[in-house]
């Protein structure tokens, strides 16, 4: 009779021991989860405070030009911005990798992870395809003419576990109304 009792006893402990296991087995995954949100969550924060950055450094750097044809790659801090004009419009465009540097245009082994996109036009004919009617994309009579300025900021691929790619980080848009004054002072300059 001894034996049975003994058998009955190592049936449950066995019960208990594989129970407990997988109890620990589901507590560690959903502390594996919690710790790829935390990690996410602080590379989410981290590109936030990157892409601000590089976002209101464009947007300064565009306002600072006396004229929009001034517009250069070479104003652009730091350097590996992409510059393409299309009429009075134009179009930045500068990449990083994972860790925020810059990815020189003409690299081609380097994969970019960020990309800062800016885009300067006259009023009415900007990306956001709004048209105001009040400039339709001409100068005033005055010599004067509003542009918009737009500036977005993307993670080109998901976080850790996340499945959408493409994730807009930052978008600025604001406007800058280009003088006469300012348009003979630049060609001063």
Same mark, same amino acid.
């Not at 935390?38 to 976002?55: E, R």
């Not at 652009?76 to 860790?99: H, Q, W």
């Not at 109304?177 to 348009?183: D, E, I, L, S």
């Given at each position: 009779? +001894? @034996?049975?009792? =003994?058998?009955?006893? @190592?049936?449950?402990?066995?019960?208990?021991? *594989?129970?407990? %296991?997988? %109890?620990? %087995?589901?507590?560690?995954?959903?502390? $594996?989860?919690?710790?790829? #949100?935390?990690?996410n969550n602080n590379a989410k924060s981290y590109d936030m405070y990157k892409a601000m950055s590089h976002a209101i450094n464009v947007v300064e750097t565009i306002k600072a030009l006396p004229h929009p044809g001034l517009l250069s790659e070479q104003d652009f801090d730091p350097?590996?911005?992409?510059? #393409?004009?299309? /009429?009075?419009?134009?179009? $930045?465009?500068?990449?990083?990798?994972?860790?925020?540097? =810059? *990815?020189? +245009?003409? #690299? #081609?082994?380097?994969? +970019?992870?960020? !990309? $800062?996109?800016?885009?300067?036009?006259?009023? /009415?004919?900007?990306?956001?395809?709004?048209?105001?009617?009040?400039? @339709? /994309? @001409?100068?005033?009579?005055? /010599? !004067?003419?509003?542009?918009? *300025?737009? %500036?977005? =900021?993307?993670?080109?691929?998901?976080?850790?576990?996340?499945?959408?790619?493409?994730?807009?980080? =930052?978008?600025?848009?604001?406007?800058?109304?280009?003088? +006469?004054?300012?348009?003979?002072?630049?060609?001063?300059?």
């Amino acid at each position: 009779m +001894p @034996s049975t009792n =003994v058998g009955r006893r @190592s049936t449950f402990a066995l019960a208990e021991m *594989i129970l407990s %296991v997988a %109890v620990l %087995v589901i507590l560690a995954g959903f502390s $594996v989860l919690m710790f790829i #949100s935390a990690k996410n969550n602080n590379a989410k924060s981290y590109d936030m405070y990157k892409a601000m950055s590089h976002a209101i450094n464009v947007v300064e750097t565009i306002k600072a030009l006396p004229h929009p044809g001034l517009l250069s790659e070479q104003d652009f801090d730091p350097k590996g911005a992409v510059l #393409s004009r299309n /009429g009075d419009a134009a179009a $930045v465009c500068i990449y990083f990798d994972e860790t925020w540097a =810059v *990815i020189p +245009p003409d #690299s #081609s082994q380097a994969q +970019p992870c960020y !990309s $800062v996109q800016a885009e300067l036009a006259p009023r /009415g004919t900007a990306a956001t395809g709004t048209d105001t009617g009040t400039n @339709s /994309g @001409s100068y005033k009579k005055d /010599g !004067s003419c509003t542009y918009t *300025i737009s %500036v977005r =900021v993307l993670r080109l691929f998901p976080y850790t576990l996340e499945k959408h790619g493409q994730e807009e980080i =930052v978008f600025i848009e604001t406007l800058k109304c280009y003088t +006469p004054y300012a348009r003979t002072e630049g060609a001063i300059r």
